[in-house]
Antibody, heavy 122, light 107 residues
Framework: EVQLLESGGGLVQPGGSLRLSCAAS????????MSWVRQAPGKGLEWVSA????????YYADSVKGRFTISRDNSKNTLYLQMNSLRAEDTAVYYCAKDQSGLRWPDAFDIWGQGTMVTVSS | DIQMTQSPSSLSASVGDRVTITCRAS??????LAWFQQKPGKAPKSLIYAASSLQSGVPSKFSGSGSGTDFTFTISSLQPEDFATYYCQQYNSYPLTFGGGTKVEIK
């Protein structure tokens, strides 16, 4: 069964850092691009960042560029999001999502994780 | 960036009703359009990709159409489990962008 499991969320003070992880199973992880998508409380979905299957190419939303870093360890089947200089407006549930086919980039998402909550507050 | 405008933002409907949601892109995106369902407190679920193709396991009561800038999503006969928020998303180019969502509520 294809599965994504996020972890690493929590409460952090403004200006602080946090690293999220997304453990993948049930598919050849290195063959697929992956993304992070977030959802602030009561709001809609916002794409945050994406990384190619090899990890050699990355994209970021303007709202996080220069503060967040996406990476992956294909030997561990794990996706990461390093979040620095956190702000109150970064408070959200963060989801990882898998690209569908590995044949096109970007591609549709087919699988989502269950999400991990990040709260930025003093 | 490509803006996605989804309408309506909410609707009330009865079990058995046919429901249609529209999504408009600010520039042409071919058929690189997906639809997602999200229930309260849950992760989004992928329903449709390439504007009209159903994800594996998704029932045929869900359908999508469109190309270019104008797209529609339809539930042919609304069931109790379909009450949720639905989002469109373009994946033609980065940054990926979502519509604002349509909350489908019970009348």
């Amino acid at each position: 069964e294809v599965q994504l499991l996020e972890s690493g969320g929590g409460l952090v003070q403004p200006g602080g850092s946090l690293r999220l992880s997304c453990a993948a199973s049930g598919f050849t992880f290195s063959s697929y691009a992956m993304s992070w998508v977030r959802q602030a409380p009561g709001k809609g979905l916002e794409w945050v960042s994406a990384i190619s299957g090899s990890g050699g190419s990355t994209y970021y939303a303007d709202s996080v560029k220069g503060r967040f870093t996406i990476s992956r360890d294909n030997s561990k089947n794990t996706l990461y999001l390093q979040m620095n200089s956190l702000r109150a407006e970064d408070t959200a549930v963060y989801y990882c999502a898998k690209d569908q086919s590995g044949l096109r980039w970007p591609d549709a998402f087919d699988i989502w994780g269950q999400g991990t909550m990040v709260t930025v507050s003093s | 960036d490509i803006q996605m405008t989804q309408s309506p933002s909410s609707l009330s409907a009865s079990v058995g009703d046919r429901v249609t949601i529209t999504c408009r892109a600010s520039q042409g995106i071919s058929n690189y359009l997906a639809w997602f369902q999200q229930k309260p407190g849950k992760a989004p679920k992928s329903l449709i990709y390439a504007a009209s193709s159903l994800q594996s396991g998704v029932p045929s009561k869900f359908s999508g159409s469109g190309s270019g800038t104008d797209f529609t999503f339809t539930i042919s006969s609304l069931q109790p489990e379909d009450f949720a928020t639905y989002y469109c998303q373009q994946y033609n180019s980065y940054p990926l962008t979502f519509g604002g969502g349509t909350k489908v509520e019970i009348k």
